[in-house]
């Protein structure tokens, strides 16, 4: 099992920044990247971007291209999300998950921390 556990989230005005933390613990090794996931009120689930820790790869989802920045640790099991330029669409709750980088992008990660809140007000 793999303990994940998100910080940072809160409440921002648009145009402004939040930076989100993950710290993972447990049994880490069968996981070859982390990244972040988030679901909005009556929206479906949306890959927001990950970072595979082998080659240090980044993806991220065409929404938060530009304004988001995944970064992390892998000798602390952390990573973090930079939000820059947030918008009220960004407002949801922020999972960190760990799995294999495409199925973080499929959305089928096994593991999952229990979010954090980002609201974005205008």
């Known amino acids: 099992q793999v303990q994940l556990v998100e910080s940072g989230g809160g409440l921002v005005q648009a145009g402004g920044s939040l930076r989100l933390s993950c710290a993972a613990s447990?049994?880490?090794?069968?996981?070859?990247?982390m990244g972040w996931i988030r679901q909005a009120p009556g929206k479906e689930r949306e890959f927001i971007a990950a970072?595979?820790?082998?080659?240090?790869?980044?993806y991220y989802a065409n929404s938060v291209k530009g304004r988001f920045t995944i970064s992390g640790d892998n000798a602390k099991n952390t990573v973090y999300l930079q939000m820059n330029s947030l918008k009220t669409e960004d407002t949801a709750v922020y999972y960190c998950a760990a799995d294999a980088l495409w199925r973080l992008a499929a959305g089928t990660s096994g593991s999952w921390g229990l979010g954090t809140q980002v609201t974005v007000s205008s």
């Open positions: 970072i595979r820790w082998s080659d240090v790869t980044t």
């Open positions: 447990g049994r880490t090794s069968g996981s070859s990247a």
